[in-house]
C-alpha cells in the first residue's frame, strides 16, 4: 500500500521534472528577452548567461524605446484592430453557427461543408487577391483594411457550431414558447450560455490579430496605423537594429498587454466552465 | 382554460411515419396523458401541439381556435420539459418572470435601465414580481429565488419548470415526461404534485408519459399511442377495464395481462388448454381468438390433480406474483393476497380459474371481440372463490 504510494509520488514528481523542463523551453525566450530589456548592450553582448542584469539599464532601455517609436500608438492601434476584429467575427459567426446546429434547413450540411473547406485555406493564398482588392477600392493603409478581411472567421463558426450542438435544444424549445425571438434567442439564451466557448475563441482571435504581421506588413505604410508587431518592426527598421536593450523593452511593451489580458481572461475562462451547468 | 381538439394529424420525417392521422378531443379541464412506449409518437405530437414542429396534415384546436399554423409563443400554451430546460444564467426568479416580462413589456421598455426609469415599465415590473412571488410560494420556492439551476436539486428544478409554465396562465399547459429524471421516492411525491396543481388550476393538462402508472393516476382521460396511431381515449378505468384491443391490454397493467390462443368452440365456447371459461364468444366456430386475463382475475387452488405447477412466487409485500405453467408450456401469472397464497409453494401443483365475466376476448388481428357470461355460472364461482 505504502509502496504503491511511494511509486505514485515518485509518477508524479517525474511528471511534474518534465513538465517542468517543457515550460523552461518554452519561457527562456521570454525570460531572456526580459532580462536583456534591462542590461545595457555591452551586457547583452558579453557572451556569458546571466539572468540578473550587473548593471541596471531598465530605465534607459524603456525611455529610448518609448521616446524614438510611439508605441502607446502601436497598443492603440492594436486594442482598435483586435476589438473590431472580435466584435465583427462574433456578430456574423454566432449567428451562422446558431443557425447551423439548431435550424434544419436545405443546403444545411453543404453550407457547413463550405466553412470546413474554409478552414484549410491558409491566409496567406487570399491574401494577393484581398491586396488588389483593396487597392481597387483605395482602402489601402486604413482600419478597415486591417479589420475587414477578418471579419468573417471560419474558425469562429465551426467552434460555435460545435459548441451550440450540445446546447440542449429542449432550452431552445422553452424559450421558443416562452416568447423570445430567434434573435433574442440567440443574444440572451445561446450567447450566455455559451462564455466559455466565446472566452476561448476571444483569447484565440486576439492573440494572433495582435501578434499578426503578415497581413499589416502588406497593407499598412503609415506609421501611425500600424499594430503593435509591425510597430516593433519599423522600430527595429529605424534603428538599425544593433541596440538590443530597446529593442528587447519595445519586445515586452508590446507583449506585456496581452499576457496580461490572458491571464484575466483566463480566469474568467475558468468561471465560465463552472457557471454553465447548461446540461442540468 | 380551453378545450382542445387534435384532428387528423399527420407526421412523417422522410419515408418514416411517425403520426398516422391521430384525432383525440378532451373538454376543458381535463388531464389528458399521452402514454406509449418510447417511439411511438407521442413526443412528437406534444411538440406539434406545441408548435415546435409542424405537422404535415391535420389540424390543432385550442378553445375552439385554429391554431394549426401559429408560433409557439402565440398559442396560448406553456410547456415543461423532460429536461427541465430552465436558463442557466438566471436564478430562480428570472427563470419564472421571464416568460411574463416576454410578453408584457415592449421591446424598448425591456432595455435594463429604461424599464427602471419609466413610470409604466415599472407598474408593469412591479406586477409581474407580484405574480412571479405568487408563483414562487405556491410551489415553495421562495427560499429559493436568488439561486441558479445548477444550485437546485432535481425535484426543485422540476418546480421551477413547473412555476415557469403556470406562472403565465396558459390555456393548456404541456408536460414532456416530466417525471422521468427523478428519483422513485420524489416521482411519486411529484405525480400527487401535480395533480393537485391540475385540481387547483383547472386548466387543460397534456401529459406525455412512457409510464402507465403516472398515466392511470393523474389522468382524466388516457390517450394510448403506439407506432404512431392512436389506440384508445379513454378513462383510466375504462382503459384498464375494457381495452379496445389486445395491444392496450397488453401495455396497461403490471404485471401484464396473460394473454392464451384459443378457439372458438361450437355455440361460441372458449377452447384453450388448462383453462374452463363460462359465456359465448362473438365470433364463428372455429376462428382463433386470443384470451386476455388480467393476474387479479386469475384464480389457483392448490390441489394435487390440478394442471399448473407454481414455477415462482414475486412477494411485493401486500400481495404476491405467482407463476404458474400449464398446459401447453404457457406460463400465467396471478395476483393473490398473502392469505390466498398462504399454502403455495415453488413446485405446488394448483386447479386454474378465472373470475367469471372478467376474460377479454381478442380476434387474431387484437381486436377486442365480445365475450357474454351466463348469470348463474358467474355467480357461483364468485362464492364459491
Redesign the interface.
Known amino acids: 500500500m505504502s509502496g504503491a504510494h511511494r511509486l505514485g509520488r515518485t509518477a508524479r514528481i517525474a511528471r511534474l521534472v518534465v513538465l517542468c523542463l517543457g515550460a523552461a523551453v518554452m519561457l527562456a525566450p521570454f525570460v531572456w528577452g526580459l532580462a536583456a530589456s534591462f542590461k545595457p548592450a555591452a551586457e547583452i553582448w558579453s557572451g556569458s548567461l546571466r539572468l540578473i542584469p550587473q548593471t541596471f539599464h531598465g530605465w534607459e532601455n524603456y525611455s529610448a524605446a518609448l521616446s524614438r517609436a510611439p508605441f502607446g500608438r502601436f497598443l492603440l492601434n492594436g486594442l482598435i484592430v483586435c476589438a473590431g476584429i472580435l466584435l465583427f467575427q462574433l456578430i456574423f459567426a454566432i449567428p451562422c453557427a446558431y443557425a447551423l446546429s439548431k435550424h434544419r434547413f436545405a443546403g444545411r450540411t453543404v453550407i457547413f461543408g463550405a466553412v470546413l473547406v474554409g478552414l484549410l485555406i491558409p491566409v496567406h493564398v487570399t491574401a494577393i487577391p484581398l491586396y488588389l482588392g483593396f487597392a481597387r477600392l483605395g482602402l489601402l493603409d486604413s482600419y478597415a483594411a486591417l479589420i475587414a478581411p477578418f471579419t468573417i472567421s471560419v474558425f469562429g463558426i465551426f467552434l460555435f457550431r460545435q459548441f451550440f450542438a450540445a446546447i440542449p435544444d429542449d432550452l431552445i424549445a422553452a424559450a421558443r414558447v416562452d416568447g423570445f425571438s430567434e434573435w433574442a434567442i440567440i443574444w440572451r439564451v445561446v450567447v450566455p450560455a455559451s462564455w466559455p466557448a466565446i472566452t476561448a475563441f476571444a483569447i484565440f482571435s486576439v492573440t494572433s490579430h495582435w501578434n499578426d504581421l503578415f497581413w499589416p506588413f502588406i497593407v499598412i505604410q503609415s506609421t501611425e496605423l500600424a499594430p503593435p508587431a509591425l510597430g516593433v518592426v519599423y522600430f527595429r527598421r529605424d534603428e538599425s537594429g544593433v541596440d538590443f536593450g530597446p529593442m528587447m523593452a519595445a519586445t515586452v511593451i508590446v507583449t506585456a498587454p496581452l499576457v496580461l489580458a490572458f491571464l484575466l481572461a483566463q480566469r474568467r475562462f475558468i468561471d465560465g466552465i463552472t457557471l454553465s451547468g447548461v446540461k442540468g | 382554460m380551453a378545450s382542445l381538439e387534435i384532428e387528423d394529424v399527420t407526421k412523417s420525417y422522410g419515408a418514416t411515419l411517425i403520426l398516422d392521422r391521430v384525432s383525440v378531443a378532451v373538454p376543458d379541464g381535463a388531464f389528458l396523458t399521452l402514454v406509449g412506449p418510447s417511439g411511438c409518437g407521442k413526443s412528437t405530437l406534444l411538440?406539434i401541439l406545441?408548435?415546435?414542429e409542424l405537422q404535415d396534415g391535420g389540424r390543432l384546436r385550442i378553445g375552439g381556435q385554429d391554431v394549426s399554423h401559429l408560433?409557439?409563443?402565440r398559442r396560448d400554451?406553456?410547456?415543461v420539459?423532460?429536461?427541465?430546460?430552465?436558463?442557466?444564467?438566471m436564478t430562480v426568479a428570472q427563470n419564472i418572470a421571464?416568460?411574463l416580462i416576454?410578453?408584457r413589456l415592449p421591446l424598448w421598455q425591456r432595455l435594463p435601465l429604461l424599464s427602471r426609469l419609466l413610470p409604466q415599465a415599472r407598474a408593469t415590473l412591479g406586477q409581474i414580481e407580484a405574480e412571479v412571488a405568487g408563483a414562487m410560494a405556491m410551489l415553495g420556492l421562495t427560499h429559493l429565488a436568488d439561486r441558479?439551476?445548477?444550485q437546485l436539486s432535481g425535484g426543485q428544478?422540476q418546480r421551477v419548470a413547473l412555476g415557469?409554465a403556470l406562472v403565465r396562465q396558459p390555456a393548456v399547459f404541456l408536460l414532456d415526461e416530466p417525471l422521468s429524471n427523478l428519483d422513485a421516492k420524489l416521482r411519486v411525491h411529484m405525480r400527487a404534485e401535480i395533480a393537485a396543481l391540475h385540481a387547483r388550476l383547472g386548466t387543460t393538462f397534456v401529459y406525455v408519459t412512457h409510464d402507465q402508472i403516472e398515466a392511470m393516476t393523474m389522468s382524466t382521460h388516457v390517450a394510448v399511442m403506439m407506432e404512431g396511431r392512436l389506440l384508445q381515449v379513454a378513462t383510466p378505468a375504462e382503459i384498464y377495464a375494457e381495452p379496445a384491443n389486445l395491444q392496450v391490454a397488453e401495455f396497461i397493467g403490471s404485471p401484464r395481462i396473460n394473454v392464451l390462443p384459443a378457439r372458438v368452440g361450437s355455440g361460441g365456447a372458449a377452447q384453450l388448454a388448462g383453462l374452463a371459461l363460462q359465456g359465448r364468444i362473438a365470433a364463428p366456430a372455429g376462428a382463433s381468438v386470443q384470451i386476455g386475463i388480467r393476474p387479479e382475475h386469475l384464480i389457483l387452488r392448490a390441489d394435487p390433480g390440478g394442471v399448473g405447477t407454481v414455477t415462482a412466487i414475486e412477494n411485493t409485500g401486500p400481495e404476491l406474483f405467482v407463476s404458474v405453467l400449464t398446459e401447453g408450456d404457457t406460463v400465467l401469472v396471478a395476483r393473490l393476497t398473502p392469505d390466498q397464497g398462504a399454502g403455495l409453494r415453488p413446485g405446488s401443483r394448483v386447479a386454474l380459474d378465472v373470475l367469471p365475466g372478467k376474460a377479454l376476448a381478442f380476434d387474431a388481428d387484437g381486436a377486442r371481440i365480445g365475450f357474454g357470461h351466463s348469470v348463474a355460472a358467474a355467480r357461483e364461482l364468485y362464492h364459491a372463490r
Do not use: D, K
Open positions: 411538440r406545441a408548435g415546435l408560433r409557439p409563443s400554451i406553456a410547456m420539459f423532460q429536461s427541465y430546460a430552465l436558463y442557466p444564467h421571464i416568460p416576454l410578453r441558479r439551476p445548477v428544478r415557469r
